[in-house]
């Protein structure tokens, strides 16, 4: 079946400029997180949206960055004022429920902050 | 904090031999060890996980071992195939409140030489 998908794959933006990445998760997954992955580096947790609970936003590094879930399924992550240590690699998992269950990620979008 | 330390960084090993990485934790809650595989360009593909009621798994040349006591993880692949080369990431969650974000290794680069 589908998995995750994420677009665009690749974004190249100018400093100071917002970007907006998209996620569109496994039908009839219920949990979707957003991670971030510097080059050569593990992934760091963004975001995490449950159903209609309130998201986790513990992983935000800044208040420059904000993500929303709209009718429980797409999301979509936005970077305002993009700065060149935003550049990474955004990604996108989706799971059954909260909790211990397996994460499934999508490829990603790599952005470029110029 | 929250922390999982990964080793080796890197491993090379030639094809038919086996390969281990080893992860420690740092919350003894965690209760959610999942592995992924990332192939260079791609998301995060889950390989395998163990909960934390349980010791040892396997499936087919890959296996997972789990010391709560010792508060450490490891990741067994058995006749190293090249396709088995990769990066290779532990992690970590626990069920706690309303999030089951994952913190992950430092990756490990696998290269199983023919």
């Known amino acids: 079946g589908a998995g995750v998908s994420q677009s665009p794959s690749n974004k190249v933006t100018e400093k100071g400029k917002d970007v907006e990445l998209r996620c569109d998760p496994i039908?009839?997954?219920?949990?979707l997180y957003w991670y971030r992955q510097s080059l050569g580096q593990g992934l760091e947790f963004l975001i995490y949206?449950?159903?209609?609970?309130?998201?986790?936003k513990s992983g935000l590094p800044s208040d420059r960055f904000s993500a929303e879930r709209t009718g429980g399924s797409v999301s979509t992550l936005t970077i305002q004022r993009t700065q060149q240590e935003d550049s990474a690699v955004y990604l996108c998992?989706?799971?059954?429920?909260?909790?211990?269950?397996?994460?499934?990620f999508g490829p990603g979008t790599r952005l470029t902050v110029l | 904090g929250e922390n999982v330390e990964q080793h080796p960084s890197t491993l090379s090993v030639q094809e038919g031999d086996s390969a281990v990485i080893k992860c420690t934790y740092s919350?003894?809650?965690?209760?959610?060890f999942p592995w992924y595989k990332q192939e260079l360009g791609k998301g995060p593909q889950l390989i395998i996980d163990?909960?934390?009621?349980?010791g040892e798994k396997k499936d087919q040349r890959i296996a997972v071992t789990l010391n709560k006591t010792a508060k450490h993880f490891s990741l067994h692949i058995t006749e190293t195939q090249p396709e088995d080369s990769a990066v290779y990431f532990c992690?970590?969650?626990?069920?706690?409140?309303?999030?089951?974000?994952?913190?992950f290794g430092q990756g490990t680069t696998l290269q199983v030489k023919p």
């Open positions: 998992a989706s799971s059954l429920v909260q909790g211990n269950r397996g994460q499934y």
């Open positions: 039908s009839g997954h219920t949990a």
């Open positions: 949206f449950q159903g209609n609970s309130a998201p986790d």
């Open positions: 919350d003894s809650a965690s209760n959610y």
């Open positions: 163990i909960r934390s009621n349980v």
């Open positions: 992690a970590a969650s626990k069920r706690s409140g309303n999030t089951g974000k994952l913190i």
